[in-house]
């Protein structure tokens, strides 16, 4: 079965930060770059005002923005979350994303191993 992720986990290659998509009008798009084991790189593109609700993972998370402005809450506490910034989530922690315009969000996401 073929992978919908933009890069193989056999072998080397880029890819653009840039979801192929002119506007998102409402709602919001994602596109997985690399699925491998314990890891997992997706990009998310936002129209303005969208919100996750919240939300828990099991996994380690790093969110960079690419574009645009959010509110990131975890645990309640909102941060503003601008373009180049890098946030780091720990597993189990609990939180919300609003879009405050329109928003492009690199998540990596690590899976702890299995015991």
Do not use: Y
């Not at 909102?78 to 928003?103: R, S």
């Amino acid at each position: 079965m073929k992978s919908s992720a933009l890069l193989a986990t056999t072998a080397s290659g880029s890819c653009s930060l840039q979801i192929p998509v002119e506007k998102v009008a409402h709602g919001i798009v994602s596109q997985a770059l690399l699925t491998a084991p314990g890891l997992r790189a997706t990009l998310f593109k936002f129209a303005a005002g969208q919100e996750l609700s919240e939300h828990t993972s099991s996994a380690r998370v790093l969110i960079q923005v690419i574009s645009g402005q959010c509110e990131f809450s975890v645990d309640g506490q909102p941060n503003l979350l601008l373009p180049g910034q890098l946030f780091h989530l720990p597993p189990k922690a609990a939180h919300a994303v609003k879009a405050l315009d329109e928003l492009t969000l690199l998540v990596i996401q690590a899976m702890p191993p299995k015991e």
